[in-house]
């Protein structure tokens, strides 16, 4: 192995004698950040995009899923799901176990990961908001790669469904749009009977069950399907992004060589676990009913505990279990599709891993798996991400396995926030940051897992997708809440160390007083540069209905 340009590279301390990063790199990067220890999101916000792009820049693979919270195997005691490929992933790269996204609903979290902007800046509160409407001048990840020098490939989700970027790709090879909202023929439903669960609690709203086969606008009454595809869902839209990316990924084997000078970004996106939960069945049989446990503080419907705010819990659900109560069989059933689902999801990116792996584009290419937002599977009743700001509604699983990174094989317990894969990714491949950009380069990380980072996540969350509701800030053992200005509508402290299932609610203790004034006041920073947005007063939907 040869040790040519490696000190530009930012992943290789100078005189390391590891494998080569950039494999066609007959030049090396140009422009890669100078010094790893200035890597502080002030420092960056003052570079801008000035380098001319070079084609033996590294490839880069971005695998996306949807609606997937951290329970991948190799996440740990609460993992629950099968992921043996991401797994691998993660063996090889570096696993991030505290990521958390900005915002708990798809449009706005990947928005705000694409622009690198948060919510409050990209004015993105809803899933029907297009960020190009009002900042066409805004260059979004995959079009940054696009204007320097990159061949850029989406198949599957990427950004939200009906809002894509047009400004991002070279080639759509798959367009999830075309069939959504379409029942496909590979797909049997399978809906749950109904098991009796005690009535509601007062307040909370029921869905009028309408036969099997109506039309139901609100999906409330058919929310308790899962999906059985056939064979190994070949054909499938699932498989087809898969199918995509491994074809591509065939043609492109010589990227970045004279042959072919452009490096990719080849984003491969994938729908699940999105509800209804589907897979083949063969992922259904890998779980085991009665071994599935529900979370502690499992309730059928929709309920705020003793000392939470009643704005902290919407009242009906937004995904699954619409108005409905949901019995413990009926929660396994569901669970049981949920992790099935995520399985296959891991099943498909395997297939796209065993492909790049089995080339030497391996080792120029830079891959990232991630997802939009976490999910909810039951706590408190609750069976979505809307409207969830706790750990399970905004912690997503992020993994990065660039070429060299000598944090490779090692997991890293830093709060990282999806905005950082922005400067991230610019900078692995050689680019300064822009000022616009809010999040943090995540390269020292990957360099050293357990580097100091003083950087916490924030999520928002938006009842009307105007105002802002709800603030989460994360810092390595805290979670902190806000709902309405200044905690007008209530707060919520948890002590992750102790407290994983966010059973205590520490915002009125005493003892953790000043820890809440100090999050308090990193709340009130976070929200000090908002374009256009404010905090709402009123307490939102979920009062009204
Ligand atoms: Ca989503």
Redesign the pocket.
Known sequence: MSNDNRSRNPLQPAGNSRRRFLTQAGTAVAGVAASLATHGAEGQRAATHTQTPRHSRPNILFLMS??MCAELSCYGALGRAQTPNLDRLAAEGVRFDRNYCQFP??NP?RASLFTGRKPTVTGVLGNRTDFRTDHPEWVSLPQFFREHGYATYRTGKIFHGGIDDPKAWDVVGFDENRIAGTELPLEHQRVIPPQPVLPPPPGIPVAKRIPEGTPDPNHGAHSDRILIVEGDGTGHPENGSADRAIAYLREHRDAGSAKQPKPFFLACGFSKP?SPPAAPQGFYDLYDLDALDLPPNFAAWPTVPPGFPSAAIRKQNADLFIGRGASELEAKEVLRAYLASTSWVDWNIGRVLKELDATDLRQNTIVVFVA??GYQLGERGKWS?AGSLFEMGTRIPLIIRAPDATGNGRSCYRTVQSLDLYPTLLELCGFSPSAEQEGASLVPLLQNPQATWEQPAFSIWSEDGKTVHGTSIRIERYRYVEFGDKASHGAMLFDEHVDPYELTNLADDPAHAKLRADLSIRIARYHSNNIGISISEARGRTDLV
Request: a negative charge.
């Open positions: 949807d609606d609903l798809c979290s999105h939009d937002h991400k």
